[in-house]
């Protein structure tokens, strides 16, 4: 049967990012999505496409989580941007109540093109709250200097310190995503057992056609999950599918370009020989 995979995440208006970038995710990996939105992410191209998050109601979330979870426990979910702390508390709820397994928890912290930190009370209950339920936790650099509590990271060594207190905050795994911010020639991420470091290496390509990576990432593991993937080998694939998707990223409008899910698996090229 196919595998159910869900997100409980942020709408991006724009469709590149949150629970755009998942169900696509999801669909390239065969994987059937379910979705629960937490909040709506709009842009204005009149106010430099200035960001506005408007978070769900949480009896609503609450609502389509019972929906999706009619048919009994999911093969794996993630999580991304986290409305209320009511949403995080609900999501946990429904993580014991079904015994879910296969849990990735991409710790959305920002929108891009923002500095702001979404609401740190979110943050202090996601990190409470759903971090010890995680198979693994997905954040970017600037995410895992915060929990890490070390702030700016520089280096893969620094990476591999703040692994280690990530991993003391419950998940069972963790991996780091290096990015532009590294300032290397490769883009490279830093995987986390608890036990053993495993370094990903990719080209790191010159674009700012990017929007949606992270988001992709994080669901990317999440479907190699449910189709029982090793965690590592979750991570490795979802590590090329990434890569893909930057290097083929598409101009949406005049503000920012979204990574392109069907890269991969060459989705263009198949509708163009039928």
Same mark, same amino acid.
């Given at each position: 049967?196919?595998?159910?995979?869900?997100?409980? %995440?942020?709408?991006?208006?724009?469709?590149?990012?949150?629970?755009?970038?998942?169900? #696509? $995710?999801?669909? /390239?990996?065969?994987? !059937?999505?379910?979705? &629960?939105? *937490?909040?709506?992410?709009?842009?204005?191209?009149?106010?430099?496409?200035?960001?506005?998050?408007?978070?769900?109601?949480?009896?609503?979330?609450?609502?389509?989580?019972?929906?999706?979870?009619?048919?009994?426990?999911?093969?794996?979910?993630?999580?991304?941007?986290?409305?209320?702390?009511?949403?995080?508390?609900?999501?946990? &709820?429904?993580?014991?109540?079904?015994?879910?397994?296969?849990?990735?928890?991409?710790?959305?912290? %920002?929108?891009?093109?923002?500095?702001?930190?979404?609401?740190?009370?979110?943050? &202090?209950?996601?990190?409470?709250?759903?971090?010890?339920? +995680?198979?693994? $936790?997905?954040?970017?650099?600037?995410?895992?200097?915060?929990?890490?509590?070390?702030?700016?990271? $520089?280096?893969?060594?620094?990476?591999? /310190?703040? +692994? #280690?207190?990530?991993?003391?905050?419950?998940?069972?795994?963790?991996?780091?995503?290096?990015?532009?911010?590294?300032?290397?020639?490769? &883009?490279?991420?830093? !995987?986390?057992?608890?036990?053993?470091? $495993?370094?990903?290496? /990719?080209?790191?390509?010159?674009?700012?056609?990017?929007?949606?990576?992270?988001? *992709?990432?994080?669901? %990317?593991?999440?479907?190699?999950?449910?189709?029982?993937?090793?965690?590592?080998?979750?991570?490795?694939?979802? #590590?090329? !599918?990434?890569?893909?998707?930057?290097?083929?990223?598409? #101009?949406?409008?005049?503000?920012?370009?979204?990574?392109?899910?069907?890269?991969?698996?060459?989705?263009?090229?198949?509708? *163009?020989?039928?």
């Amino acid at each position: 049967m196919i595998k159910k995979v869900l997100t409980v %995440a942020g709408s991006d208006s724009s469709g590149g990012a949150g629970i755009q970038a998942d169900l #696509k $995710t999801f669909e /390239e990996y065969g994987t !059937f999505g379910f979705s &629960a939105l *937490t909040s709506v992410v709009t842009m204005d191209p009149d106010e430099g496409w200035s960001h506005t998050v408007t978070p769900i109601e949480p009896v609503l979330v609450e609502k389509q989580l019972k929906t999706i979870f009619a048919g009994g426990a999911l093969d794996a979910m993630k999580t991304g941007m986290l409305g209320t702390i009511e949403a995080i508390e609900i999501t946990r &709820a429904y993580i014991d109540n079904f015994e879910m397994n296969n849990i990735v928890i991409d710790p959305v912290m %920002a929108c891009k093109g923002t500095s702001e930190l979404l609401q740190p009370e979110n943050v &202090a209950a996601m990190t409470r709250l759903l971090l010890p339920k +995680a198979t693994i $936790t997905t954040p970017n650099l600037v995410e895992a200097g915060i929990l890490s509590g070390m702030g700016d990271l $520089t280096s893969v060594e620094q990476m591999k /310190e703040a +692994a #280690k207190n990530i991993i003391d905050l419950g998940p069972k795994n963790v991996v780091i995503k290096g990015g532009h911010r590294l300032k290397s020639d490769k &883009a490279i991420d830093l !995987f986390y057992d608890g036990t053993d470091f $495993t370094i990903f290496e /990719e080209e790191l390509f010159a674009t700012d056609y990017n929007h949606g990576a992270g988001c *992709t990432f994080a669901a %990317a593991v999440t479907a190699g999950l449910a189709k029982d993937y090793s965690v590592v080998d979750s991570v490795s694939l979802a #590590k090329k !599918f990434v890569a893909a998707a930057i290097k083929n990223g598409q #101009k949406i409008n005049p503000f920012l370009g979204h990574v392109w899910h069907g890269a991969y698996n060459h989705a263009q090229d198949r509708m *163009t020989e039928n």
